[in-house]
């Protein structure tokens, strides 16, 4: 056991970089800075873009189920005169020609000019 040495205690203390080697890593982490502002930009400006489409299709879609919303209120309209008995009456006389049992008949009579 009278081999074992204890190592000896090793300090590192860092060391100042040349100068090149600072201007290398500026220049390094201001393009990277650099194109990450430009990726965060153009991210930026598409996601503008899409939402501006996409509020212009949702004024397209309100104006649409405005039109629909009027359209089902006169389509409810007309099946609530639709059964309504006069309309169904009426109906009849002008499609079908029905008569009730008290109407008289009335016959058109074509009269012809004298020569």
Do not use: C, W
């Not at 629909?68 to 020609?97: N, V």
């Amino acid at each position: 056991m009278s081999n074992i040495r204890p190592l000896p205690n090793i300090v590192y203390f860092p060391t100042a970089l040349p100068a090149r080697k600072k201007k290398k890593r500026r220049a390094r982490v201001l393009v990277a800075v650099f194109l990450a502002v430009v990726y965060l930009a153009i991210t930026f400006v598409s996601q503008e873009l899409a939402m501006a489409r996409l509020r212009e299709r949702e004024i397209e879609l309100l104006a649409v189920r405005s039109s629909l919303a009027e359209q089902a209120t006169q389509l409810q309209a007309e099946i609530d005169l639709l059964q309504t008995p006069e309309h169904i009456e009426r109906l009849a006389r002008q499609r079908l020609g029905l008569l009730k049992p008290q109407d008289g008949i009335l016959l058109p009579v074509i009269v012809s000019p004298r020569r």
